[in-house]
């Protein structure tokens, strides 16, 4: 009895599916985590630390000398650094180059005369034998073990204040009909082309696939005035939803013709044949029998271009421009990483609701992705 073994090629083949998943997951799950992350501890420390407690510097400025208080002949203020927070204080200062200075317990002499003294739960107290004067308040440096916080704050602010909720509704407006219209317009065309005899129909295939290797950047100016000159002569506003739907659907045409005629011809001719016996016309068995049949390559086309109009920047500011009020989302995210780029919860948030849906949308479908890319390449 011989023993099967797995040759070391398919070990090769394993690990390495097994290293490309890990290498696309990390970012994805990194951007989750920080995104729901608080964003004191976002700004200190990486995602990778978010299940362990951190060690942050921080500050804290004491209120001023009007809320002090006489106590058995000395003025004090007292409060609390970490305000009610969670966390221990591990160290204090009373400078911002050396936040360790002290261990929580011990007395730090201050300018003025005042000494502070900082405790282990984060209360503390400023002691000082003359009245203290001044407007502001003394500020505390400190080291605190922090526990990590998940909010969804995040993403309160970012659908509140940074405009993303609209952004999300014009990208869902543009991407989910710009998704279907070239589905419907090639499945017809890939039916002609794959069952219907008629002269010029191999050079029509020819074409299709020679569309497949034009540039979008070749063709989208001569396209946009095109499409200006047909809108001024029907009195049609130029910067439109329909504009950028016919865009994409021109730029998706040529892929999902191919992608659905390869599969159409590699469904079984007995079938047609036998329809067209009982009676049945070719719109009869292209609603009847091909569309249910081809759902594996329809889905396939689905995905790629959803994902395509979906992160879209150029057709979108071409077509419908740049407006607050027209702005898709990546154009938003862009916008966000100039003028808040400092802001790493907002960032983190707003790039995570620009994948989500993609995501949504390829595990839906996955299971029909090699099937329909597939589809009419072995005999």
């Known amino acids: 009895m011989i023993a099967s073994s797995r040759s070391p090629l398919t070990w090769v083949v394993h690990l390495s599916v097994a290293l490309l998943v890990i290498l696309w997951t990390l970012p994805t799950a990194g951007l989750l985590i920080s995104s729901l992350r608080d964003k004191d501890q976002l700004a200190v420390s990486g995602w990778w630390t978010s299940l362990a407690d951190s060690t942050q510097n921080l500050v804290f400025r004491a209120p001023g ?24 204080v591990a160290a204090f200062g009373s400078s911002s180059l050396k936040p360790g200075d002290f261990e929580p317990g011990q007395t730090a002499d201050l300018n003025g005369g005042e000494k502070l003294t900082v405790q282990v739960d984060g209360s503390y107290e400023i002691v000082s034998d003359t009245a203290m004067e001044g407007t502001r308040g003394q500020r505390i440096f400190y080291q605190a073990t922090v526990p990590s916080r998940f909010t969804f704050d995040n993403y309160r602010e970012v659908f509140a204040a940074a405009g993303i909720g609209a952004s999300f509704i014009n990208s869902l407006t543009v991407a989910i009909p710009s998704t279907i219209i070239p589905i419907l317009v090639a499945a017809f065309a890939a039916y002609a082309l794959a069952w219907m005899k008629f002269p010029g129909r191999a050079i029509l295939v020819a074409v299709v696939v020679g569309l497949l290797v034009v540039p979008l950047q070749m063709s989208l100016i001569p396209l946009l005035k095109l499409y200006n000159g047909v809108g001024m002569f029907l009195g049609v506003p130029a910067k439109t939803y329909v504009g950028i739907w016919l865009a994409h659907m021109g730029f998706g045409l040529p892929l999902a013709i191919y992608l659905l005629r390869n599969y159409m011809v590699g469904l079984p001719r007995e079938i047609m044949e036998s329809a067209r016996v009982d009676g049945a016309s070719d719109f009869d068995i292209f609603v009847k029998i091909i569309l249910p049949l081809s759902f594996p390559a329809l889905a396939s086309f689905a995905i790629f271009q959803f994902l395509w109009t979906w992160n879209d920047l150029l057709v979108a500011m071409v077509f419908l421009g740049a407006g607050n009020e027209e702005l898709v989302l990546t154009g938003r995210l862009v916008n966000l990483l100039g003028s808040r780029g400092g802001n790493w919860e907002i960032l983190t948030a707003s790039a995570f609701v620009t994948i989500i849906v993609p995501l949504i949308v390829f595990f839906s479908l996955q299971r029909f992705l090699v099937r329909g890319l597939l589809a009419g390449s072995v005999k």
């Open 65 to 88: 000398p009007d809320t002090q208080v006489e106590k058995d002949g000395k003025f004090v203020i007292a409060g609390n650094v970490l305000e009610g927070g969670a966390g221990e």
